[in-house]
Structures are given as C-alpha cells and as structure tokens.
C-alpha cells in the first residue's frame, strides 16, 4: 500500500512563503517523477512544479522564480518552497509520485492540502 501524506499548508498574507512536504511510504523500490498540482475554486488541476529522480525540474509560468521544488529521494520526500505568495496562489495542492514498479509506472496521489493567500 502506497500512501502519499502532505503537510505545511495554511493561510498566509500576500507577500508571505509556506513550504509543502510530501512523504511517500510503502514498499517502493524506486520513486520517478513526483510533482506537486494545485487545483484553485472552479478550475482544473494544473501542474505546479515537478522533479525527476535526477533532479531536473519543471515549473508553471505562474510560478517560476517564486516556487523551488526538491526531494530527498533517501526519505521518499518532496518538498515545495512557496515564496512571494499571491491570491491566485490560493488552491488544494496535491502531491503526486510515480513509483517504479516491475509491470510498470504507477502515479499516487496524496489528500492535498489547503493553501489561502489573503490579500
């Protein structure tokens, strides 16, 4: 049983920084691309920010310059530096991992966790 469990959200004033964790338990051999989405009041999930196990990164226009994604692939972890936090920052933001399994590539999904950014 996978299970992916956030934390470190909650509610910020504009201007302000939070960091997401996301740990990644179960009996996995390896961890591919993990990611961090967020899904904002009547719209889609969009991709945030993700990480390969080589730590190459890709970040959302939105959210370049202001968000770093990390992993510490030792503790199955991936991390999400909010900085310079904006209104439209406000959403659930999901966790996600894709583990390496022998018959093939398997995406999780962690709970989310809530993130308000007041102005």
């Known amino acids: 049983q996978v299970q992916l469990v956030e934390s470190g959200g909650g509610l910020v004033q504009a201007g302000g920084s939070l960091r997401l964790s996301c740990v990644v338990s179960?009996?996995?051999?390896?961890?591919?691309?993990m990611g961090w989405f967020r899904q904002a009041p009547g719209k889609q999930r969009e991709l945030a920010a993700s990480?390969?196990?080589?730590?190459?990164?890709n970040y959302a226009d939105s959210v370049k310059g202001r968000f770093t994604i990390s992993r510490d692939n030792a503790k199955n972890t991936v991390y999400l530096q909010m900085n310079s936090l904006k209104p439209e920052d406000t959403g659930v933001y999901y966790c996600?991992?894709?583990?390496?399994?022998?018959?093939?590539?398997?995406?999780?999904w962690g709970q989310g966790t809530q993130v308000t950014v007041s102005s």
């Open positions: 996600s991992a894709r583990v390496v399994w022998s018959q093939g590539d398997y995406d999780y």
């Open positions: 990480i390969t196990s080589g730590g190459r990164t």
């Open positions: 179960g009996s996995i051999n390896s961890i591919n691309t």
